[in-house]
């Protein structure tokens, strides 16, 4: 099957991903990062995420598909879709596409990613949400680990140690 979603997320070293339907913890580094890699592309995430951006609107320069169980559910600038076979139809000739949770998306479409670019903190938050252990797979290699860095005085955790590491499905 030729895949052409990417996961993208920040994990804790418990592979937490967020508490109470907010980020474990808000690095300026991390979330330009994840701007510069998703812009002018396809992102994908769950209606709950969405509520967390600000105010609670698609994100700028890309392309918003948001997935939601309930059919009422409408969002001004993003197509909402209801199933994993709706995301395959809708990114049908896309080159790239950028998985950016919350937790019950990520599940859904990891068997569908090749690649998954994970900002970790060398840190272990409080947690309710989580993404599979990569390292526990046998379907998941890391391939590339970035320069090692540290969050900044106006971060939400200054001190905390953190780099972005790329796994790859196995082949």
């Known amino acids: 099957m030729e895949r052409n979603m990417k996961l993208i997320a920040a994990v804790d070293r418990a592979w937490g991903i967020g508490y109470r339907g907010e980020l474990l913890c808000r690095v300026k580094g991390d979330l330009l990062h994840f701007k510069a890699v998703t812009s002018g592309h396809t992102v994908i995430l769950g209606r709950k995420t969405l509520s967390t951006f600000p105010g609670g609107r698609p994100l700028k320069n890309r392309r918003n598909l948001v997935l939601s169980r309930s059919a009422d559910f409408t969002v001004e600038g993003a197509t909402v879709l209801h199933s994993a076979a709706e995301v395959l139809s809708a990114l049908a000739g896309e080159e790239e596409a950028f998985v950016l949770g919350g ?27 989580f993404l599979p252990d990569l390292d526990a797979s046998p379907d998941w290699k890391l391939s590339e680990q970035g320069e090692e860095r540290v969050a900044e005085a106006g971060d939400s955790h200054p001190g905390l140690r953190w780099s972005v590491c790329v796994y790859r499905r196995r082949a």
């Open 103 to 129: 937790e019950s998306v990520y599940r859904l479409l990891l068997p569908y990613c090749d690649t998954a670019i994970l900002t970790k903190f060398e840190g272990t938050f409080e947690a309710d949400a």
